[in-house]
T-cell receptor, first 112, second 113 residues
């Protein structure tokens, strides 16, 4: 168990809808990262937060947004969903820059 | 752009043999590398890491080798067990702020009994 908790484990929704994925980092970790894993793209970095502030941005679509709250949990919001957004979404946390990321078990999103 | 790639998409080994999984990276400025193991239905699990000021690091049954001259990383697993069957990813931490990992495409390790 990595100590990173993600909810829900599975999510099925229709195109055009909006969903929110939730992540609780390991105790003591200030950084939270979001990754998308699809069959044809592998693990793609979306965004990183550190202690509530955005730290780095990757290939995150404008339809997607995230935030990290004062209690350090994070939410990833996906809107105007398309079929191609179906993927596994992973959250990871780390204690500091230069330390390993620890991943949760992901949320499997299926857009129908 | 930056990229990290793996030479072999699938590796099959006999139980008890040693496994070697290779990875090439393109960003010569990267200074931190991590190997992850991902089992079906689970998130990537940290195995071992290495910084660019080292060329070898050993863990329990695993060794990571870093060759900065040719930008090559390898993961050696000793006495491979059925529980080692998984997809293995190398990842590099690039420069430019944050702690962003760039992952390779992954190698599927299959352990045959």
């Amino acid at each position: 168990d990595s100590g990173v908790t993600q909810t829900p484990k599975h999510l099925i929704t229709a195109t055009g809808q909006r969903v929110t994925l939730r992540c609780s980092p390991r105790s003591g970790d200030l950084s939270v990262y979001w990754y998308q894993q699809s069959l044809d793209q592998g693990l793609q970095f979306l965004i990183q937060y550190y202690n509530g502030e955005e730290r780095a941005k990757g290939n995150i679509l404008e339809r997607f947004s995230a935030q990290q709250f004062p209690d350090l949990h994070s939410e990833l919001n996906l809107s105007s969903l398309e079929l191609g957004d179906s993927a596994l979404y992973f959250c990871a946390s780390s204690v500091a820059t230069g330390s390993p990321l620890h991943f949760g078990n992901g949320t499997r999103l299926t857009v129908t | 752009g930056e990229s990290v790639g793996l030479h072999l998409p699938t590796l099959s080994v006999q139980e008890g043999d040693n496994s070697i999984i290779n990875c090439a990276y393109s960003n010569s400025a990267s200074d931190y590398f991590i190997w992850y193991k991902q089992e079906s239905g689970k998130g990537p699990q940290f195995i071992i890491d290495i910084r660019s000021n080292m060329d070898k690091r050993q863990g329990q049954r695993v060794t990571v080798l870093l060759n900065k001259t040719v930008k090559h990383l390898s993961l050696q697993i000793a006495a491979t067990q059925p529980g080692d069957s998984a997809v293995y990813f190398c990842a590099e931490v690039g420069t430019g702020g944050g702690n962003k990992l760039t992952f390779g495409t992954g190698t599927q390790l299959k352990v045959e009994l």
